[in-house]
C-alpha cells in the first residue's frame, strides 16, 4: 500500500465523533440526571412515586433506547470505532450498575441481587481484558438475552407499581429473579469460554516457540 493508499485507507475511517458515538456519550451523562430525579422522589429515603419518579422513568427508557439505536446506526452505516466498543458497554454498566444500586439503597430491591449482578457484569469485563492477549470472548446470545431480560426488570422496578397495582410488584420480582438465573448462567459459559481460549492460546504459543 502507499503513503497515498494508506492516508485514504486512514482518512475514511469513521471518526469518534460520530452520531453512535455521541448517542453513546448522551447515555453516560443522562446517568447523573437518572439517579439525581430517583433521589429527588425519595426525601428520607422513602419513596413518594412523585413526579420525580417518572422522571427517572423516561430517562431510564430513553437511555435504554439510546443503546440499541447507537448500535443499529453503527452497524448500518459503518461507523463502528475503537472508542465505540469500549464506551458503549461501560455505558451499559453504568446506567445498569446506577439503577441496582440506587433501588437497593432505596430498600425496593435486595442488595444481594445487585451485588450478584454487579460482581458479574464487572468479573466478566476484567476477565475479557485479562484473556484478550490470547483473543475475544465474542458476545453470545444468552449475553443478550441477559441484557434484555435486566433491562425489562429494572424497567419494572422504576414504575411505582405499588400504586398503579399492587400484583405487579410480584412480577418485577418473578422477572428480576430470571434476570440473576440468566445474570449467572451467562457468567458461567463466559468462564469457561476464556478458560478455552487461554488453553487454546497458550497452546499455541508453545507450538510457535517449539517451531
Known sequence: MTSTEATAAGSSSPGIWNLPNILTMLRIALV????????????????????????????????IYTDKLDGDIARSRGLVTNFGK??????????????????SILNELPWW?????????????ALRFFVIRYGVIPASRGGKL???VQTAAIFLYLLPLGALAPWLVWVAFAVMMAAVLITVWTGVEYVIEALRIRSQGKRAGTTTAGN
Open 86 to 103: 469500549i464506551a458503549d458497554p461501560i455505558a451499559d454498566k453504568l446506567l445498569i450498575g446506577s439503577a441496582l444500586v440506587m433501588l
Open 113 to 125: 441481587v445487585t451485588i450478584v449482578i454487579l460482581v458479574r457484569e464487572w468479573g466478566i469485563t
Open 32 to 63: 447523573p440526571f437518572f439517579v439525581w430525579f430517583l433521589i429527588a422522589d425519595a426525601p428520607g429515603l422513602n419513596s413518594e412515586s412523585g413526579p420525580w419518579r417518572w422522571a427517572a422513568v423516561v430517562v431510564f427508557a430513553v437511555a
Open 146 to 148: 441477559k441484557t434484555v
